[in-house]
């Protein structure tokens, strides 16, 4: 077999693609577009194997289009906006060698430039370069003309007129509203500021002040009404806590929630420092009752969690209910804290909400149903999640509640909540739902109440109804993911959109603010027809303003004017429009599954509120993520291949095909290099073919064909609707699956049927096989486009494969004769040699028998009969009796029938449509056709009769066994 110089091939093909521009869109009247887009890199490291998926499938997807005859536009930028670049910088400059470590060792970048990342820019230069390279090496079908960064000062004044047009229909506030935020670095984080890119997710808590003489202790909570089913406060004893005076009162909290306190702008002094346990065995006043409740000790209070004391609902709370019964069996831990046995004992567990199916205490009551024995028991999660979603559902408040009582737990909660906050009695804090989550610089965040902030206000219901409408028009792939976005749409509240530090364009009407990276790359995909005429006509940022872009976008103002303003000329802005017009809007845009609940929900809002509605973007398409032999890729397993790098080792197309095979959008794909060289080695046995092809001199005429080149040519044409329905889904796995491993099963049927290996093809039929492989060559181009350029051209073509059309079904090509005759065939062969391994006869003799003329009767009226819409089986043997030639064996006719039909119930209709469809297959023809063959694979004498001849050999009988698509076999 052929070893390929693969990289020397990519060279090649890379170098020939740029010379004739084969990549580059522009407007063609004649051809329709398609314009797709894929997530701007980030630019702080090299990408590796994982970030590799998401751009092979847009640019796979892009090829298939261009191939089907669109006029594909794929473009490319790069976002250097935000932190993370100016973090790395600082650890740089700090001498950090963990970071310096990594990128020498692991990212490969030349020790002589770590000096100059001292300086943010220098980084994103760098790894700009280096991504790019790799994305030009992947074979990336880009229209390069339109890079660029999100610092140019021309994007900025795209950017400057984006904010300007949402600040004018009033999209933009400006107030305090709680933001995730690195104390550190004094600014508010989002996903791509964070450590393992999580959103900090910002949740509402009531504290109750609990009150012990003048002192207050608030207790955290997210569910205030349940303030009336108190029966005691949790307190860790081993944590320390804090009297302070906050805002001019006194309290009591953990010393961890002093900190916090102060991001949420109150003003704190701490006056002494204490142990949890001195709490322990004092009372407390419940606010909204009066009644005395005692302070107790619980190990799962977390002093970093709300303010350190939490209230114990035990009726309605499982893990309190579960840590009273614990506690009472601490006989030790109470003596030693100096509380008795007895005091717990006799707390009375008050029940507020009544609902269906749990008289008494509904903790317990689960507690003892899921069998939980104790606070470590990890079913109490479940048993707290039935609960409260029982309760808020189905449940009322009760007497006990006073002025709430019959209300629903819902309606109920927001009552108290309000009367709280009135009575003075409850404030309102924020804090992060899923914390830790830690800053990249290393710090971990809290929430700020961040005054006089500029936000985009996503919580605007009429915009919410807008971006609800846009996304109703939106294909999303896969459909299942939709829902996601519909609910993102619905609790997205005001976001910060600026921040004081970093990369990117300052708010043009506020200049000390930056704009942060999920905001400056929400409309981008409009930049990149304007940036081909930045780049290509030397543009600058003074003759792009406003005028500019509501030009360009919405064919407003007056143009001389616009190119009298601006110093461009008038052609050149109606190019632009035209180009804009062209393109626009959208067809595609791919990215991640993890940008669903921010990046890519942002990009429908703004879309939505800037653009009118005929250009509002027509696909999303979502993808999941990339493990490395079934485990997560992470720095710290050392499993992150860059790119690069196994580019250079296996070859840019079978790390494509690998990258894609293993799984469909949702799922997580499984990398292996032990695929990569799979698909190599089938690669090049393709290959192989193709030299053998070509080297074979009767390639003139096709001639007669064979049963089985008819077969081949059928199923090639089948396998190229699978194949283009599979991807039209996006649906690569199944598509690669289709076009490689089906069709290599095939492949190996037909030169075994036509007497082929490697070496002997003398009675192939050549031009049968050279169109295949051309057919072959063409589907799996979007997959692997070097080396389909390479067997293009081995094929005799001048042209690009990449810019070829697309393979279509060919109907008149389907053939059912000779499909079924191949199957049959191929069972027949099946069959014989099940029974010579089983039986482990050494064959000296093999004869097949096919079916008397009376059962395909009988067969063919049992098919038509069970597509009626009511099978009635006496109706069929009536039918069957009015037939000559069956009446006189009405027994064994009534038997066959019962058997047929019993067999056909459990054959797929469309197998039986298509049997009925073909009728009669001359079965005994084909066995004698394909002796030769049978001979060939068994290694004996091998005979075929019809039942139906007198003079059949028939030793033992066999003949009787045969049934339609089913010949008996006889071995001696
Ligand atoms: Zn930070």
Known sequence: MISLEWNNIQDKWLRRWQEDSVFQADVDPNKQKYFLTVAYPYPNSPQHIGHGRTYTLTDVYA???????????????????????????????????????TFIDLYNVPKENIASFKEPINIAKYFHQEIKTGMIEMGYSIDWRREFTTVDSTYSAFIEWQFAKLKEKGLITIGSHPVGWCPKDKSPVGQHDTSGDVEPDIGEYTLIMFQMDNIRLPAATLRPETIYGVTNLWIRPEATYI???????????????????????????????????????????????????????????????????VMSVPAHAPYDFQALKDLIAKTDELNRLGLSKELVESIKIPVIILSDNYDGVPSQKIIDKMGIKSQSDPKLEDAT?????????????????????????????????????????????????????????????????????????????????????????????????????????????EKACARKSGLGTHLPWDREWIIESLSDSVIYMAYYIISKYVNMLGIKS???????????????????????????????????????????????????????????????????AIFPENNWPHQIVVNGTVLMDGKKMSKSIGNIIPLRNAIKTYGADPLRLAILSTAELLQDADFSLTLVKTFRERIERLYDSIVWVMDSSEKSEIGNLKIEDRWIISRL?????????????????????????LFDQDMQWYLRRSKSNLDDRTSINV????????????????????????????????????????????????????EESENLIKNVLDDTLNIIRVTKIKPSRVVYYTSSEWKWIVYSSALSNLSLERFDFGLLIKNLMTNVSLRNRPKEVSLFAKKIVYEMK???????????????????????????????????????????????????????????????????
């Not at 389909?788 to 005799?796: I, P, Q, R, T």
């Not at 005994?924 to 005979?943: G, H, Q, T, Y």
Request: proline share 4%; aromatic share 12%; glycine share 6%.
């Open 63 to 101: 090829r298939f289009k261009r191939m089907q005859g669109l006029n594909v536009l794929f473009p490319m930028a790069f976002h250097y906006t935000g932190t993370p670049i100016l973090a790395m910088s600082e650890r740089i400059e700090s001498g950090d060698k963990e970071l310096i470590q």
């Open 243 to 309: 009297k302070a005076t906050v805002n001019e009162e006194s309290w009591i909290i953990s010393r961890e929630t002093a900190n916090k306190l102060q991001f949420l702008n109150m003003r704190i002094e701490i006056k002494e420092e204490f142990s949890g346990r001195e709490l322990i065995g004092k009372k407390v006043v419940n606010p909204v009752n009066g009644n005395e409740v005692n302070i107790f000790p619980a190990s799962f209070v977390d002093p970093k969690n709300g303010t350190g004391i």
């Open 385 to 493: 999640a039935d609960l409260y979603r029982h309760e808020f559902h189905g449940g009322k408040l009760n007497d006990l509640t006073g002025k709430y009582s019959g209300m629903s737990v819902s309606g109920g909660r927001n009552a108290v909540r309000e009367d709280l906050l009135k009575q003075k009695i409850g404030i309102i804090i924020y804090e992060i739902i899923n914390s830790p989550v830690i800053c990249r610089c290393g710090t971990e965040c809290v929430v700020k109440i961040f005054e006089n902030q500029w936000f985009i206000d996503y919580s605007n219901p009429h915009w919410k109804s807008l971006a609800r409408k846009c996304l109703d028009k939106i294909k999303i792939l896969p459909d299942d993911i939709k829902p996601e976005f519909d609910y993102t749409i619905g609790w997205l509240k």
């Open 542 to 608: 003074q003759q792009l303003d406003y005028n500019f872009f509501e030009y360009i976008f919405f064919e407003k103002g007056n143009l001389e004017d616009i190119a009298t303003n601006n110093k461009i000329d008038i052609d050149t802005l109606r190019d632009i429009r035209r180009e804009f017009v062209y393109f626009y809007p959208l067809d595609s845009r791919h990215s991640g599954r993890d940008l669903v609940s921010n990046h890519l929900t942002f990009f429908i809002f703004n879309h939505s």
């Open 717 to 741: 044409n089948r396998l190229v609707l699978q194949t283009t329905d599979a991807i039209n889904k996006l649906r690569l796995r199944e598509a690669i699956h289709t076009m490689i491993y």
């Open 767 to 818: 031009s049968v096989f050279h169109q295949i492989l051309e057919i072959r060559v063409k589907l799996l181009a979007p997959f692997a486009p070097f080396i389909s350029e390479e067997m293009w051209e081995l094929l005799g073509h001048k042209s690009y494969v990449s810019v070829e059309t697309w393979p279509k079904l060919d109907e008149s090509k389907i053939d059912l004769e000779a």
């Open 906 to 972: 459990t054959i797929s209709q469309d197998i039986l449509e298509q049997k009925m469809k073909l009728g009669t297959l001359r079965e005994n023809d084909i066995i004698k056709d394909a002796l030769e063959f049978f001979k060939r694979e068994l290694d004996v004498e091998v005979s075929v009769y019809s039942e139906d001849n007198p003079s059949k050999y028939d030793p033992k009988g066999r003949a009787g066994f045969s049934k339609p698509h089913r010949p008996a076999i006889y071995i001696e």
